[in-house]
């Protein structure tokens, strides 16, 4: 399930906070199974100094994929997919149609962003979504030879970046593609 406008859902059955052994208030630790979804698309129950109502329009998009085995990689991209959707756009780049600029392996490994750098080349943030590191190889496919580095969080080139790139579980690496 992906619930990009309104986070906060509750499974099973609705809760309140409850008193815990020593008297004190707090959250269930673990998700109760059962079919029912409760979403809170508003929420006005925490105690704090706030106003507890909005005007206007509000819009709340909620998607569901059926899926076998849990695999983390596969509820990264869906959840990419639903929060960032594509958006098509005239490539300056003269691809056949169907190609593609990349291609990031093993499944493992998202490709999170993609953007142009500035002073020319590409960014390309990938993310270990497994629960294993990986050794991620990113192959070019677009025009001419490319020349990868690592980079921090800004376009700047840093290090020489060689592949097979390894990549703890929940990693991320920043790619510098010129």
Excluded: K
Excluded at 79 to 94: D, H, K, S, Y
Excluded at 154 to 178: K, N, Q, V
């Amino acid at each position: 399930m992906a619930v990009p406008d309104a986070p906060l859902i509750e499974t099973g059955r609705m809760t309140d906070e409850t008193l815990n052994q020593a008297g004190v208030r707090s959250w269930r630790q673990r998700a109760e199974a059962g079919s029912r979804i409760y979403s809170y698309v508003m929420n006005n129950y925490w105690h704090t100094n706030y106003r507890a109502d909005q005007e206007g329009l509000a819009v709340f998009r909620y998607a569901l994929r059926p899926h076998g085995a849990f695999e983390a990689a596969a509820a990264v991209r869906f959840g990419a997919e639903i929060a960032q959707p594509l958006t098509a756009a005239l490539a300056p780049t003269p691809l056949t149609p169907g190609s593609s600029l990349l291609t990031v392996e093993p499944p493992a490994v998202v490709a999170t962003a993609f953007r142009p750098a500035v002073g020319g080349g590409w960014i390309l943030h990938l993310y270990n979504a497994g629960t294993t590191p990986a050794d991620a190889r990113v192959t070019w496919r677009g025009p001419g030879a490319a020349e990868f580095t690592r980079c921090g969080l800004g376009d700047e080139p840093g290090t020489a970046c060689t592949f097979p790139l390894l990549m703890p579980p929940s990693g991320t690496a920043f790619l510098r593609i010129r």
